[in-house]
Structures are given as structure tokens and as C-alpha cells.
């Protein structure tokens, strides 16, 4: 069974930067593709990005290119999610989710998640 552990989030004024954390533990082959969502208050769950643990391909939601960047660190089983150039708009609870199918990217490709984490920006 996997779990995820997400850490990182914090109130930021717009235009700052966070780093998200996701801790990933359990069997591999249930986490081949490690993705974020974001889930706004009154809002549907919205992408942001997958990476593939091996060979580390990556993909972002438009509302976030150029902005974030999604990476990974193998021998710590841990995803990031960094985050520059913060607006308002990017207030909402962020949630690690894994995957065993490598062509994962909508939320019902996902079967784990994490318990989510705040991200609030001030404007």
C-alpha cells in the first residue's frame, strides 16, 4: 500500500516562491507515475503536474508552465513541486498522488493520495 506524505505548503505573498514536498513509500510498481493536484475551495480538482519516477518525464497543467516545476529524488523516494512566481489564483490545498499506470494524468488515473497541503498567497 502506498502512502504519501506532503509537506511544504505556508501562507506566501504573491510573486514568492514554495517547495512542496511528497514522501512516497511502498511497493514501486503502484507509484510509476507521481502527480499534484490542486483542489480550490468551491472549485473541482485541478491538475498540475505528473513526473514518471523512472526516466523522470514530466507534464504541467497550462495554468502552471513556466511557473512550476515538478522533480524528484530517487534514493529519498521523494517528489517536489517548486513554485515561482505565486498568484493568487494558486491558493488551494495541494495533494501528492501516485499511480501505477504510466500514461496516468487525469485525478481518476491516481489510486493513493496524501492528506494534502495548504498553499495560500496574499496579494
Known amino acids: 500500500q502506498v502512502q504519501l506524505v506532503e509537506s511544504g505548503g505556508g501562507l506566501v505573498q504573491a510573486g514568492g516562491s514554495l517547495r512542496l514536498s511528497c514522501a512516497a513509500s511502498?511497493?514501486?510498481?503502484?507509484?510509476?507515475?507521481m502527480g499534484w493536484f490542486r483542489q480550490a475551495p468551491g472549485k473541482e480538482r485541478e491538475f498540475v503536474a505528473t513526473i514518471r519516477w523512472s526516466g523522470g518525464s514530466t507534464n504541467y497543467g497550462d495554468s502552471v508552465k513556466g511557473r512550476f516545476t515538478i522533480s524528484r529524488d530517487n534514493a529519498k523516494n521523494t517528489v517536489y513541486l517548486q513554485m515561482n512566481s505565486l498568484k493568487p489564483e494558486d491558493t488551494a490545498v495541494y495533494h501528492c498522488?501516485?499511480?501505477?499506470?504510466?500514461?496516468?494524468?487525469?485525478?481518476?488515473?491516481?489510486?493513493?493520495w496524501g492528506q494534502g497541503t495548504q498553499v495560500t498567497v496574499s496579494s
Open positions: 511502498g511497493p514501486t510498481f503502484s507509484r510509476r507515475v
Open positions: 498522488a501516485a499511480s501505477s499506470n504510466w500514461y496516468a494524468g487525469a485525478s481518476a488515473d491516481f489510486g493513493s
